[in-house]
């Protein structure tokens, strides 16, 4: 089936530096991949759609200067969390769709986990 | 404000019962709802689906059933087995052209089946 996969799985990193996301389609092309970001004990949360080719758009409240999101081919989409402070601590999750419609599956990535120190 | 709302953060049931979870939205805008099963540490896996135009979804021991007037959907298992405990999204997603529009997620249920 149609994998998602994102690295890295986990990160640490000091506060004030910047840290990359890397979400993969690997056996389908992804016009459109999503970034999710999820507190403890809450839902996912979309924070941007991801557009190949194009700027993303982001969800109301989300810093597009501070989470810039690049999707440069069918396959890839990038997340950079950047001057990352503690509150960005997160569970950061893509997903892509696999085909055209509103129908069409879904598939996230494994998450990356995040702790700012 | 939440628009899909998961009110049971855990549910307990017995090996071989009956799991039903529960969903409630706010937006009469939404048309396609889904379930997600998620494990720790890994990303949200597909369940199963149903169209706005339907009440009913069967797929193996999942079905999902959606009440449109109440704006309410629920997950039914059954028999539950000791590999259905995860937590289980609701998400909700309007139709729009493309279909480019990401999820709206509850914030989850953790379904433990007991031995």
């Known amino acids: 089936g149609a994998v998602v996969s994102q690295h890295p799985s986990w990160v640490i990193c000091k506060s004030g530096t910047s840290v990359k996301i890397e979400c993969r389609s690997l056996d389908f092309q992804a016009t459109t991949m999503f970034w999710y970001r999820q507190f403890p004990k809450q839902s996912l949360m979309l924070m941007a759609t991801?557009?190949?080719?194009?700027?993303?758009?982001?969800e109301q409240g989300v810093e597009k200067d501070k989470f810039l999101i690049n999707h440069a081919s069918l396959t890839l989409s990038t997340l950079t969390v950047t001057s990352a402070h503690p509150e960005d601590s997160s569970f950061y999750i893509c997903s892509a769709r696999s085909g055209t419609g509103y129908n069409s599956p879904l598939h996230f990535g494994n998450g990356t986990r995040l702790t700012v120190t | 404000d939440q628009q899909v709302k998961q009110n049971s953060p855990s549910l307990s049931v017995q090996e071989g019962r009956i799991s039903i979870l529960n969903c409630d939205y706010t937006?009469?805008?939404?048309?396609?709802f889904l379930w997600y099963k998620k494990y720790p540490a890994e990303g949200p896996t597909f369940l199963i689906s149903?169209?706005?135009?339907?009440d009913k979804n069967e797929d193996g021991r999942f079905t999902v059933f959606l009440n449109k007037s109440a704006k309410h959907l629920s997950l039914h298992i059954v028999p539950s087995q000791p590999g259905d405990s995860a937590v289980y999204f609701c998400?909700?997603?309007?139709?729009?052209?493309?279909?480019?529009?990401?999820?709206?997620f509850g914030k989850g249920t953790h379904l433990i089946i007991q031995p």
């Open positions: 991801s557009n190949e080719g194009s700027k993303a758009t982001y």
């Open positions: 998400a909700a997603t309007t139709y729009s052209g493309g279909g480019a529009d990401g999820l709206t």
């Open positions: 149903i169209s706005s135009i339907k």
């Open positions: 937006n009469s805008m939404f048309d396609y």
